[in-house]
């Protein structure tokens, strides 16, 4: 049994992937935006990664843009039978480095082939639709339309399963009206709960939810409790960040991402980090303490 093992399993669609996955953001250069400033590091990362037993990999054609897509299919491909490849649709970059919408007939279409194409695959296992109605968080609008066309390229057989990333709510419930969605994609971590009653409903209906920004993102976590936990359990502040999330709910699939194949091991350690119920409690009070 390999270390992530100790994390479980869920189903994504109808594949079964290890809790503790890897994303492929960090890949990118600064900014998501660009080659990465260690290509052969780039390479190992996602090498040591599938090696450690990580079978689920998440990415878009729009980071880089079209980067992080080149360097998995040059480290992986051919491609691990177990392993699950997510990708996601609904922005493009500009120029200036800005994440714009992308939610037309043409531009999604084109998206999911530009995902085949530079990913070298038949099909796309999972697609997340990502709603921009805000860059900075989910914001209310239809998400009918580009859905639609979603399930149309599903129906061609281009795409397997679909997901829903940056939504609300109400765009959840209008998203499985028109197709079944496997899982949703939100910021959420150890200080961002708004999700939380979100996150249980889904868990009854069996559908994975992937906290992006697990460590915060841009903005790493800092909490003196983290930090004290940290020290009491002799693991760092962000193993304990990733402990926290495997317990919070079972549906919670992880996917930190690094570019650095020791903070790499050091993310995945975290499978292998048992937290008392003491801990727990405490932890479960940081973000309301940040809110206080």
């Known amino acids: 049994m390999s270390i992530i093992d100790k994390a479980g399993s869920f189903k994504l669609g109808d594949r079964s992937v290890n809790r503790l996955g890897y ?53 992986l491909s051919p ?13 493009r970059r500009g120029d200036d480095k800005s994440w714009n919408p992308a939610f037309s007939p043409e531009a999604l279409t084109q998206a999911v082939h530009d995902n085949l194409r530079n990913l070298g695959l038949d ?41 829903l990333s940056n939504v609300t709510p109400t765009q959840i419930a209008e998203g499985r009206r028109i197709a079944p969605i496997v899982c949703v994609q939100n910021n959420y971590n150890l200080a961002n709960r708004g999700d939380d009653a979100l996150i249980d409903d889904l ?3 069996g559908i994975a939810y992937v906290p992006f920004f697990p460590l915060g993102g841009f903005q ?37 991402g690094t570019s650095s194949v020791a903070h790499l091991r050091e993310n995945l350690a975290a499978a292998d980090l048992a937290l008392p119920p003491d801990a727990i409690h405490t932890l479960d009070d940081v973000a309301r303490l940040k809110a206080a």
């Open 79 to 91: 491609y691990p039978q177990d392993l699950v490849i997510v990708t996601k649709l609904g922005a």
């Open 203 to 205: 868990a009854r209906d």
């Open 123 to 163: 099909y796309l296992e999972v697609v997340n639709l990502r709603a921009m109605f805000s860059v900075h968080g989910p914001a209310e609008g239809s998400i009918e339309a580009p859905l639609a066309v979603l399930a149309g390229l599903q129906q061609q057989g281009l795409v397997r399963h679909i997901g």
């Open 220 to 256: 790493p976590l800092q909490s003196r409790a983290l930090s004290e936990v940290a020290t009491t359990l002799g693991a760092s502040p962000m193993q304990v960040a990733l402990s926290w999330l495997l317990h919070r709910a079972p549906n919670i699939l992880l996917i930190p």
């Open 23 to 75: 994303g492929a953001m960090q890949l990118a250069g600064p900014g998501v935006f660009g080659p990465p400033k260690d290509h052969a590091e780039a390479l190992a990362v996602l090498r040591a990664a599938v090696a450690s037993g990580v079978n689920h990999i998440d990415t878009s054609d729009f980071y880089g843009p079209h980067v992080t897509n080149h360097i998995i299919r040059e480290a």
